[in-house]
């Protein structure tokens, strides 16, 4: 196996600090190339997964009248979420999905298994933490290809299921959009507008 030297780690770097959130105010027209999506899949499959069970799913949406189904379940739960923030001027202006501007819309589901996993006996959701992780992978290729992602989490998960045809053994991890961006901030969006500061690294580490 290749190892890697200092100036594929500084890439590396570059690609991690430079990931972004991105929502539909920042989506471009521009169709995503079907070797570049093979490309963020393939990135995404490679990803770790506990017992080597791989127990994701992607759902590409491609028809216009399903993604519009999709954008008035979030409409309705954000309208939901809104009340529960009442107190900040700033949420009715956020901007927190990009449903209908993206090129591309992925569901991730997880696969529920059919009989026990290796490794997955007694913290039984490491399963949907490796979807997690296929999920990092192609967002982390995304950037390197100059696309934007963002993960739309105002959605009921059992609706989208419903939506996209998919049985109950699957369960939703995320739903993403995808596509080419006018920019990518500097910072992350939420930072930069004041909705949250960032955490030390010295807040979040703990020796014992």
């Not at 959130?21 to 079907?34: A, F």
Request: hydrophobic share 40%.
């Amino acid at each position: 196996m290749k190892a890697f030297d200092a100036h594929a780690r500084t890439i590396l770097q570059s690609i991690f600090v430079s990931r972004r959130d991105v929502r539909g105010n920042r989506y471009v027209d521009r169709p995503i190339d079907d070797a570049v999506l093979h490309d963020l899949l393939e990135a995404a499959v490679s990803a770790p997964s506990v017992g080597y069970s791989q127990p994701w799913q992607f759902v590409i949406i491609q028809d216009n009248a399903l993604r519009t189904e999709i954008y008035r379940e979030f409409a309705r739960e954000n309208a939901k979420a809104r009340e529960q923030f009442a107190d900040s001027s700033l949420y009715p202006s956020l901007k927190l999905e990009g449903i209908l501007e993206s090129a591309l819309n992925i569901a991730v589901f997880y696969e529920k298994p059919r009989k026990p996993v290796l490794g997955q006996t007694t913290q039984k959701k490491t399963g949907e933490y490796s979807v997690v992780c296929a999920i990092q992978n192609l967002w982390l290729m995304a950037r390197a290809h100059n696309i934007g992602v963002g993960w739309v989490s105002i959605l009921r998960p059992k609706k989208v299921r419903k939506l996209l045809g998919m049985g109950k053994e699957h369960k939703l991890v995320a739903y993403l959009t995808l596509g080419y961006v006018s920019e990518f901030l500097d910072e992350p969006e939420l930072l930069k507008l004041g909705w949250n500061s960032k955490k030390e690294l010295t807040e979040v580490v703990r020796w014992v």
